[in-house]
T-cell receptor, first 111, second 114 residues
């Protein structure tokens, strides 16, 4: 079973627009991570936010974490066609060492 | 380049056969994770090893097994293969594997069972 559920499942936007993806999870966590996957390739780590953090930035990425709602969001600002990929959240499951991934959001950015 | 090497990149085999997938983690990483990704699906956690010992187990079938060797490379063995086992198999490594670290992924092994 999946720990995280991303929403929406798919998102299509124009270049320059912002993209927001949400992740909900089920158990307590130590941290939440976001990864990106280009089609059929390995996943690339984007950002890690710890359970005692509420917001984190990295370049055009902004991640928020609300542990009371068990949810996180990833905002990509000023999107580019090269941002087209699937985005996954991942958490340690119930403070274990398992790194469990959500179902992913497929982002398509049109030039 | 993540520093994680998976071999082979592609594998085509028949139902009922057995295959071995290999993963070399990044230098210094003690933890190895294995994941299965079916077409257009999320990643299913299979198993994690830390410094040679099994650390966590996910939805891994009894037909599948894994191990991590003293040099820290890992192998995933899949036996009695079925058509439904066709998928991308990813290996990832992290320094400590406690859930506090980012994981570095290999490029995956694409397994096709015919």
């Amino acid at each position: 079973s999946q720990q995280g559920e991303e929403d929406p499942q798919a998102l299509s936007i124009q270049e320059g627009e912002n993209a927001t993806m949400n992740c909900s999870y089920k158990t307590s966590i130590n941290n939440l991570q976001w990864y990106r996957q280009n089609s059929g390739r390995g996943l690339v780590h984007l950002i890690l936010i710890r359970s005692n953090e509420r917001e984190k930035h990295s370049g055009r990425l902004r991640v928020t974490l609300d542990t009371s709602k068990k949810s996180s969001s990833l905002l990509i600002t000023a999107s580019r066609a090269a941002d087209t990929a699937s985005y996954f959240c991942a958490t340690d499951l119930n403070n274990t060492d398992k790194l469990i991934f959500g179902t992913g959001t497929r982002l398509q950015v049109f030039p | 380049d993540s520093g994680v090497t998976q071999t082979p990149k592609h594998l085509i085999t028949a139902t009922g056969q057995r295959v071995t997938l290999r993963c070399s983690p990044r230098s210094g990483d003690l933890s190895v994770y294995w994941y299965q990704q079916s077409l257009d699906q999320g990643l299913q956690f299979l198993i994690q090893y830390y410094n040679g010992e099994e650390r966590a187990k996910g939805n891994i079938l009894e037909r599948f097994s894994a191990q991590q060797f003293p040099d820290l490379h890992s192998e995933l063995n899949l036996s009695s293969l079925e058509l439904g086992d066709s998928a991308l198999y990813f290996c990832a490594s992290s320094p400590s594997g406690t859930g506090y670290d980012e994981a570095f992924f290999g490029q995956g092994t694409r397994l096709t069972v015919v």
